[in-house]
Nanobody, 116 residues
Framework: QVQLVESGGGLVQPGGSLRLSCAAS????????MGWYRQAPGKERELVAG???????NYADSVKGRFTISSDNAKKTVYLQMNSLKPEDTAVYYC??????????WGQGTQVTVSS
């Protein structure tokens, strides 16, 4: 069992930045992929950014050029740097770590609110 704890969310003005962190209780070296998802009220959960075990990254079109996902295996942490935030980025952000097709873990989520 791996526990994921997200942090770094909060209230920020449009154009501002936040860095989310996802700390894992176990190793992430053997993970196939890690990702950040978000869910806004009344909407389905969507993939925001992902990173594979080989370091390849992918992003939702809506965040390309503004968000950056990275990981630090030694610290067992996955990050999401979010710049040029927009009101439509407001959502609960969830961390996901997948070890196999059948085994994946989710964090509890962290609220990001972009508002003036």
């Amino acid at each position: 069992q791996v526990q994921l704890v997200e942090s770094g969310g909060g209230l920020v003005q449009p154009g501002g930045s936040l860095r989310l962190s996802c700390a894992a209780s176990g190793s992430i070296v053997s993970a196939n992929s890690m990702g950040w998802y978000r869910q806004a009220p009344g909407k389905e959960r969507e993939l925001v950014a992902g990173i594979s075990s080989g370091g390849r990254t992918n992003y939702a079109d809506s965040v390309k050029g503004r968000f950056t996902i990275s990981s630090d295996n030694a610290k067992k942490t996955v990050y999401l740097q979010m710049n040029s935030l927009k009101p439509e980025d407001t959502a609960v952000y969830y961390c996901n770590v997948r070890y196999s097709f059948y085994l994946a873990y989710w964090g509890q989520g962290t609220q990001v609110t972009v508002s003036s």
